[in-house]
């Protein structure tokens, strides 16, 4: 595997690429790898005859008082795993490569109505972040195609967004969350949680669950349903953000009856925020 640290270097390669015709897959981390990002990583290899695989922590997305610099930095662990599992580039940018100047580091993308709800509202600027490195990373890499993990559902409805307004020729694939065998997903921040929580932490996919079968016996009414789930956590030693029923495609909120939905539920645990959704 090779190991490349500038854009311009990054840009030759994939040109080389591009001229003999080998398609790139391309798989953006934050690094602290686990097995779901792994299963991502095995996703693009079927793909495309080229992988490419990022670290960058992306100072970006991270709001006032969030966990920048205390967010696991393990490139030795994570470059054996990439190697084991047959990358053949890993781009490992310095921040000063991606955002060389000041403006760079004031750019922002938005989309109102997707990009500012739910973990948009409780993390303001978090989306525009995510939105312009990967914007960065798209135009650096040249990736015919792009994989992401829908555990984090609204960042993936976010990037699709970024491809279509700029009109960014690649293509999007996801991978469905992968779970602990209790259920938990996979998330570089379960590391936070102490032996208890982490005992604890499972309920919140197991209220998601409960609450999509609710929505499937249309055993009351959408609000009272969230309502009752955000209860169930909060009993639980929980401090739910948002547990809530959304359009599929959007994000919008559905109205009764509607049937291409999914269920959105953030909530702080001790330490760490943890995300999940399930989709109906």
Sequence with gaps: MKVITTKNEMKALSDSFHQRDEHIAFVPTMGNLHPGHMQLVEKAETLAPKTIASIFVNPLQFGQN????????????????????????????????????????????????????????????????VAVVVKHLFETVQPDVAVFGEKDY????????????????????????????????????????????????????????????????????????????????????????YFSIRHADDLSEPNEGETRLVILAAAWLGKPRLIDNILI
Excluded: W
């Excluded at 938990?184 to 079968?213: F, H, I, V």
């Design 154 to 241: 609204q960042q993936v409805l976010v990037i699709k967004k970024l491809v279509q307004e700029y009109k960014l020729p690649v293509e999007i694939v996801t991978v469905p969350t992968q779970r602990e065998t209790d259920g938990l997903a996979m998330s570089s921040r379960n590391g936070y949680l102490s032996e208890q929580e982490r005992q604890t932490a499972p309920l919140l996919y197991q209220t998601l669950c409960q609450a999509r079968d609710q929505v499937k016996a249309k055993a009351g009414c959408f609000s009272a349903i969230e309502q009752q789930a955000s209860e169930v956590l909060t009993k639980a030693g929980f401090k739910p953000d």
């Design 66 to 129: 969030e966990d920048l610099d205390s967010y696991p930095r393990t490139m030795e662990r994570d470059q054996q795993l990439l190697e084991l599992g047959d990358v053949d580039i890993l781009f490992s940018p310095t921040r000063e490569e991606i955002y060389p100047d000041e403006t760079s580091n004031k750019e922002v993308i938005e989309f109102p109505g997707l990009s500012d709800v739910l973990c948009g509202a409780s993390r303001p600027g978090h989306f525009s972040g």
